[in-house]
Each structure stands twice: as structure tokens, then as C-alpha cells.
């Protein structure tokens, strides 16, 4: 599995970014993606996550209306959009293989993730 995120970057508060991942080493289209962040100094969230035919769930309430997740199944691809970015967005992001539910109880080392996009959202 490899998942390679990028986007990522320096962003006034209000302010858009657009993070891509690129996944390979599995059949792409088969699996739900999700995003994860972490914040500095703060353990890893789930933000959002995507099913293998496009339905979306969004983790944090304060994304919703602001971020959206997308797939291209073609092209193995993943995306988030993020408007209106909060300095509280600032953290690195993570694509990770597979979806996430509300009694997903797994540990953090057993969900393949790539090396992350940091977001810096500042004035």
C-alpha cells in the first residue's frame, strides 16, 4: 500500500486549499478512503471519509459545510477540498485506506496512512 499526499501549505484564515492523495499497491476501487489530521501537540482525528461509490460522512462537525471529500476511482485518487480554512484546521493531513464508523474501535498502527500534507492555516 502507498498513499501519497500533497496540497498541503501556508493559508490565510478564509482562505482554500485542495489536498490530493495518490494511492497504490491495492485495488483502489474497492476500498472506502478517509482523511485523518493531526493537530500540534494533539493525537490523530478522523475527518472524513468517502465509501467506494462516493458517499461522504464527515467526523467533525466543525468541517462540515466547509471541507469536501471527493474520489476519482480511474485515476486512484482521493481529495479534499477545504474552504473557509480556520487557524484550528492548522495540522498535518493523512490519507488513509479504508472508511471509519462511529464504533470503529481500531488502533491507529493497524490503518495504512501516507506520510502526510501539513496545512498551516495564519494570518
Known amino acids: 500500500v502507498q498513499l501519497v499526499e500533497s496540497g498541503g501549505g501556508l493559508v490565510e484564515p478564509g482562505g482554500s486549499l485542495r489536498l490530493s492523495c495518490v494511492a497504490s499497491g491495492f485495488p483502489y476501487s474497492d476500498y472506502a478512503m478517509s482523511w485523518v489530521r493531526q493537530a500540534p501537540g494533539k493525537g490523530l482525528e478522523w475527518v472524513s471519509s468517502?465509501?467506494?461509490?462516493?458517499?461522504?460522512?464527515y467526523w467533525i462537525t466543525d468541517v462540515e459545510g466547509r471541507f469536501t471529500i471527493s474520489r476519482n476511482n480511474a485515476r486512484k485518487e482521493l481529495y479534499l477540498q477545504m474552504n473557509n480554512l480556520h487557524p484550528g484546521d492548522t495540522a498535518r493531513y493523512y490519507c488513509?485506506?479504508?472508511?471509519?464508523?462511529?464504533?470503529?474501535?481500531?488502533?491507529?498502527?493497524?490503518?495504512?496512512r501516507g506520510q502526510g500534507t501539513q496545512v498551516t492555516v495564519s494570518p
Open positions: 488513509a485506506k479504508g472508511g471509519h464508523w462511529p464504533t470503529d474501535t481500531r488502533s491507529w498502527d493497524s490503518i495504512p
Open positions: 468517502i465509501t467506494q461509490k462516493g458517499a461522504t460522512e
